[in-house]
């Protein structure tokens, strides 16, 4: 859920959590929850919805908050309760699924039929720039794989170059915790060569998956196995604008991916609440 | 000449600790319920200032305020907890200036996953067994929620983005509350939750 502040206590609060407050502000919203324990259970909530909003990738300052809040054990280990809290309430029956199993019940019967796909499709790769809404990138933000950036060919467009801040990690540098990838949509099968996502194996994968604003209010997405076998599906996302452009970005589990080759399906969800498919995505995964 | 460095290792007594609980509140379970609220306030604020282990360093203000009571000193406010909050400004400094301090940049943390757990090898594999006891321990801490706690938390985070916050509002309609309330429930569920999960993974790890 994206909680968008709408008192001006909120905003501060979250200033606070995020370490931006200045000095007086800080000190008075010390003291007031020191005093004030119905304050000080708002801050808390407020703090477990920042923390969600980062376990979802829907958080715009993720840099600012991994700073604050994974440099601290006990502030890592909320992250970590809201990551097995999304997963153990995804894994129970529910109006809205949030997650497909890996070995699903139904028997696909080859989900590529009807489909038109496509081959031409880059995979941009940008060493050591984590692509996301936030404004900038820090040390801290490195990506798993060093393969240099694809060039952009028909139908696709070119991912900015990495800024003056951005460092590309060493050859045996160790990954941090995701990876993310910007995806553009696949457009015709033209038999060019599939783009490979190389990731270590224990990142979570943020796929920024680019996709013009339209007349959807909410999009579903819907990953595969080329076998048909779902691995992720997401309902309720919403476009985001990033610095590659608007997009819709998930974030999949480390667990949820092996050597294999995927497939995404972003449907838009019309207002009589029929899932209308809009783009699709083909890549590999290799797990190094 | 300064006064000597507040000795640490100075344990709470029991009349230190009753005479705390009395400055708090005269009624004994209206102090508790303060000493609990201060507590937690404390260890936000060491939390919040980036401090290592915020629940020693609230343990420690409080023991000084408590030993400050004992040798005398009267507090003249209305609400002590800003007294606390003067004292822990202090042992954050002194922590910031020890020389036991370590400061870790994010950067050479270690990078595979974000928990630490004390003393363990910090591996891939380790991390994935450590994901798995999570879950396992936080599935058995959900079952022993009461249904109607289990039923709200249920209902709390169940959809994604733009749909959450219309169930939440359905569900907080649902329970005759407003949406601030449903929202501090489900905090305290949480909590509890994570701090059942926390003692599950510390009786894991002392097997």
């Given at each position: 859920?994206?909680?968008?502040?709408?008192?001006?206590?909120?905003k501060?609060?979250?200033?606070?959590?995020?370490?931006?407050?200045?000095?007086?502000?800080?000190?008075?919203?010390?003291?007031?929850?020191?005093i004030?324990?119905?304050?000080?259970?708002?801050?808390?909530?407020?703090?477990?919805?920042?923390?969600?909003?980062?376990?979802?990738?829907?958080?715009?300052?993720?840099?600012?908050?991994e700073?604050?809040?994974?440099?601290?054990?006990?502030?890592?280990?909320?992250?970590?309760?809201?990551?097995?809290?999304?997963?153990?309430?995804?894994?129970?029956?529910?109006?809205?699924?949030?997650?497909?199993?890996?070995?699903?019940?139904?028997?696909?019967?080859?989900?590529?039929?009807?489909?038109r796909?496509?081959?031409?499709?880059?995979?941009?790769?940008?060493?050591?720039?984590?692509?996301?809404p936030?404004?900038?990138?820090?040390?801290?933000?490195?990506?798993?794989?060093?393969?240099?950036?694809?060039?952009?060919?028909?139908?696709?467009?070119?991912?900015p170059?990495?800024?003056p801040?951005?460092?590309?990690?060493?050859?045996?540098?160790?990954?941090?915790?995701?990876?993310?990838?910007?995806?553009?949509?696949?457009?015709?099968?033209?038999?060019?060569?599939?783009?490979?996502?190389?990731?270590?194996?224990?990142?979570d994968?943020?796929?920024q998956?680019?996709?013009?604003?339209?007349?959807?209010?909410?999009?579903?997405?819907?990953?595969?196995?080329?076998?048909?076998d779902?691995?992720?599906?997401?309902?309720?996302?919403?476009?985001?604008?990033?610095?590659?452009?608007?997009?819709?970005?998930?974030?999949?589990?480390?667990?949820?991916?092996?050597?294999?080759?995927y497939?995404?399906?972003?449907?838009?969800?019309s207002?009589?609440?029929?899932?209308?498919?809009?783009?699709?995505?083909?890549?590999?995964?290799?797990?190094? | 000449?300064?006064?000597?460095p507040?000795?640490?290792?100075?344990?709470?007594?029991?009349?230190?600790?009753?005479?705390?609980?009395?400055?708090?509140?005269?009624?004994?379970?209206?102090?508790?319920?303060?000493?609990?609220?201060?507590?937690?306030?404390?260890?936000?604020?060491?939390?919040?200032?980036?401090?290592?282990?915020?629940?020693?360093?609230?343990d420690?203000?409080?023991?000084r305020?408590?030993?400050?009571?004992?040798?005398?000193?009267?507090?003249?406010?209305?609400?002590?907890?800003?007294y606390?909050y003067g004292?822990?400004?202090?042992?954050?400094?002194?922590?910031?200036?020890?020389?036991?301090?370590?400061?870790?940049?994010?950067?050479?943390?270690?990078t595979?996953?974000?928990?630490?757990?004390?003393?363990?090898?910090?591996?891939?594999?380790?991390?994935?067994?450590?994901?798995?006891?999570?879950?396992?321990?936080?599935?058995?801490?959900?079952?022993?929620?009461?249904?109607?706690?289990?039923?709200?938390?249920?209902?709390?985070?169940?959809?994604?983005?733009?749909?959450?916050?219309?169930?939440?509002?359905?569900?907080?309609?649902?329970?005759?509350?407003?949406?601030a309330?449903?929202?501090?429930?489900?905090?305290?569920?949480?909590?509890?939750?994570?701090q059942?999960?926390?003692?599950?993974?510390?009786?894991?790890?002392?097997?």
């Amino acid at each position: 859920m994206v909680t968008k502040p709408n008192t001006r206590d909120e905003k501060l609060l979250i200033q606070y959590l995020l370490g931006q407050a200045d000095p007086e502000e800080q000190e008075q919203i010390e003291q007031r929850y020191l005093i004030d324990p119905e304050f000080h259970d708002h801050l808390r909530a407020i703090e477990r919805d920042l923390i969600d909003q980062y376990v979802h990738g829907e958080l715009h300052d993720a840099e600012e908050f991994e700073k604050q809040f994974l440099s601290s054990p006990q502030r890592r280990q909320k992250v970590e309760f809201a990551r097995a809290l999304r997963e153990a309430l995804a894994a129970t029956p529910a109006e809205q699924r949030t997650a497909v199993p890996e070995r699903p019940k139904r028997n696909a019967a080859g989900w590529f039929s009807g489909w038109r796909l496509a081959a031409a499709m880059v995979v941009l790769l940008i060493g050591g720039w984590l692509l996301a809404p936030w404004p900038q990138r820090g040390a801290t933000s490195r990506i798993a794989d060093t393969s240099p950036p694809q060039p952009a060919e028909h139908g696709t467009k070119p991912a900015p170059e990495p800024g003056p801040d951005a460092t590309l990690p060493p050859g045996d540098a160790t990954p941090i915790r995701v990876a993310t990838f910007v995806l553009l949509p696949t457009l015709t099968r033209d038999g060019g060569e599939t783009r490979t996502l190389v990731i270590a194996p224990d990142l979570d994968v943020r796929l920024q998956l680019s996709l013009e604003a339209g007349d959807y209010d909410t999009y579903r997405v819907d990953m595969r196995t080329a076998a048909g076998d779902g691995v992720w599906r997401q309902d309720g996302l919403t476009i985001v604008r990033t610095s590659s452009g608007d997009a819709v970005v998930i974030t999949v589990p480390a667990s949820r991916l092996s050597d294999a080759f995927y497939t995404i399906r972003i449907s838009g969800i019309s207002a009589a609440s029929e899932a209308e498919p809009v783009a699709s995505y083909y890549f590999r995964v290799q797990k190094r | 000449m300064s006064p000597p460095p507040f000795k640490k290792d100075w344990v709470l007594t029991q009349d230190a600790f009753d005479i705390l609980l009395d400055r708090l509140d005269r009624d004994p379970q209206r102090a508790g319920q303060r000493y609990e609220d201060i507590r937690r306030g404390l260890i936000t604020f060491f939390e919040c200032r980036g401090a290592c282990a915020p629940d020693d360093l609230a343990d420690q203000t409080i023991n000084r305020v408590a030993r400050r009571l004992l040798e005398g000193t009267e507090i003249y406010t209305d609400n002590p907890a800003g007294y606390f909050y003067g004292v822990a400004r202090n042992v954050l400094r002194e922590q910031w200036q020890s020389p036991d301090a370590v400061s870790t940049p994010l950067d050479s943390l270690p990078t595979s996953r974000l928990s630490d757990r004390p003393g363990g090898p910090n591996d891939a594999h380790t991390e994935r067994e450590l994901e798995e006891q999570r879950l396992d321990c936080l599935d058995r801490c959900l079952s022993e929620l009461d249904l109607k706690e289990l039923e709200l938390i249920r209902a709390y985070y169940q959809g994604e983005t733009g749909l959450k916050i219309g169930n939440r509002k359905r569900l907080a309609a649902k329970l005759g509350i407003a949406a601030a309330a449903l929202r501090i429930r489900a905090l305290r569920i949480r909590e509890k939750l994570e701090q059942c999960v926390d003692g599950c993974l510390s009786r894991s790890s002392n097997r």
